[in-house]
Each structure stands twice: as C-alpha cells, then as structure tokens.
C-alpha cells in the first residue's frame, strides 16, 4: 500500500500514480526504503509524502503538477547519512543542507529525463539553504512542503503516542 503522511488515500489508485510509477518501482527508489529519515520515517516515505503534496498543491494552483510529484519523489535522492556527514566534514566543505540537493538532482538526471523545471525543484528545494532563489513557482511549492512534510514526520508520530498514552 502506497499512502502519504496524513492521508487515507492508496495512492496507486488516483491520478497522482501514473505520473510516477516508473519512478516508484525503481531500484534507486527502493534503496531509500532502508534509511531513516527525520527521525520516524524512512527517506522514501518521505518522499512519497513531499511529492503526493507538491502534486495537489500544483494541481490546485494550476501549475504543472506532474514536474512537482516527480521532483517531489526525487528530491531526496542521496544514500549516505547525513549525520554521519555533517560530523564528519572537514572546514570548507559544503553542509550536508547545501549539498545534498545537488547530489539528488545528478542522481535523479541518471535514473530518468528530468526537465529544467524538474532539475530547479530538486536542487533549490532547500532555499534558502541554497541562496539562489527559486526559478519556477513550483519550486517555491516543494520548498513549503518539504518542510511541511518534515515537521507532520516528525510530530505525527509523537502525538500518536501520546493519544495511545491517555486512553
């Protein structure tokens, strides 16, 4: 079963699906399945979630939704730890916030075709972390909702304990 954070949807079975089924029975995709994320989550999940939100959003705004749900997917496509890395780097060396997104968007390239507006979404969804400013609407859709998606993984969970805690 496929579903977003906070939906009761199966996502396989709406329009969203279609535009990024290749990309969600990949293998890279796969891989993340493995590797925690915000603590509660695993890095595909997390990715399922910005890009099932980016996707409605973009819909409803008129904008192009199949970019946002495929970028939203791909925007976290990296495999080491980034704790791991921020401890490790040396004076210099970019943060794993300014890096990652440049090392998603080459692997992303390699996996399939991504437009320009696909490559502008993965690499500044970060901003301002990235300092260069967004150059599409949309990409100003999947920086609110990363974050958005981060802080629901974080505390969803949290709060799940603690109403299970009270009854």
């Not at 730890?81 to 968007?105: P, V, W």
Request: hydrophobic residues 35%.
């Amino acid at each position: 079963m496929l579903r977003a954070i906070c939906s009761r949807k199966e996502l396989s079975l709406t329009g969203y699906y279609p535009l990024v089924c290749d990309l969600i029975d990949s293998e890279e995709l796969d891989g993340l399945k493995q590797i925690t994320h915000h603590i509660s989550t695993t890095r595909f999940q997390h990715c399922v979630n910005v890009s099932y939100y980016s996707y409605l959003i973009c819909r409803k705004l008129n904008l192009n939704a199949r970019s946002a749900a495929r970028a939203g997917l791909l925007h976290d496509l990296f495999y080491y730890d980034r704790k791991e890395y921020n401890s490790s780097r040396s004076r210099g060396q970019l943060s794993h916030s300014a890096m990652h997104a440049q090392l998603a968007a080459e692997n992303a390239a390699a996996l399939t075709d991504i437009t320009p507006l696909e490559r502008d979404m993965i690499e500044k969804h970060m901003w301002p972390m990235t300092r260069t400013m967004p150059s599409y609407k949309e990409t100003y859709v999947i920086t609110l909702v990363d974050k958005y998606c981060a802080v629901l993984e974080f505390c969803v969970p949290k709060l799940k304990k603690a109403v299970t805690t009270f009854r």
